[in-house]
């Protein structure tokens, strides 16, 4: 019904910037937006973690590890998703995954994933 298609992954060093874009599309015409959508990571050895939402209404939440770094925004007419990574350190990188929630209390839908590595 939903396809989240994740971009802008990439290697770079420590202080630098990304930025990652995600794209739902939707088969099921009755699903107009998302209530919530956001980005998650999951570093090796280690449990997907959230790193920010951000809800129709433009409520956000981010993980305390990335307040002041990261930004959450989204186009909501374009059910796109962005988080612009900034001052980035070497333990950001993970792979980072696109989640988008139809309803409060919905199944998730999760995307394939981007990498994001940083080095020193």
């Known amino acids: 019904q939903v396809q989240l298609v994740e971009s802008g992954g990439a290697s770079v060093q420590a202080g630098g910037s990304l930025r990652l874009s995600c794209a739902a599309s939707?088969?099921?015409?009755?699903?107009?937006?998302?209530?919530?959508m956001g980005w998650y990571r999951q570093a090796p050895g280690k449990q997907r973690e959230l790193v920010a939402t951000?809800?129709?209404?433009?409520?956000?939440d981010y993980a305390d590890s990335v307040k002041g770094r990261f930004t959450i925004s989204r186009d909501t007419a374009k059910n796109t998703v962005y988080l612009q990574m900034n001052s980035l350190k070497p333990e950001d990188t993970a792979v980072y995954f696109c989640?988008?929630?139809?309803?409060?209390?919905?199944?998730?839908?999760w995307g394939q994933g981007t990498q994001v590595t940083v080095s020193s």
């Open positions: 939707r088969s099921d015409f009755r699903i107009f937006s998302f209530w919530s």
């Open positions: 989640n988008a929630v139809v309803s409060l209390g919905s199944i998730p839908y």
């Open positions: 951000i809800t129709i209404a433009r409520s956000t």
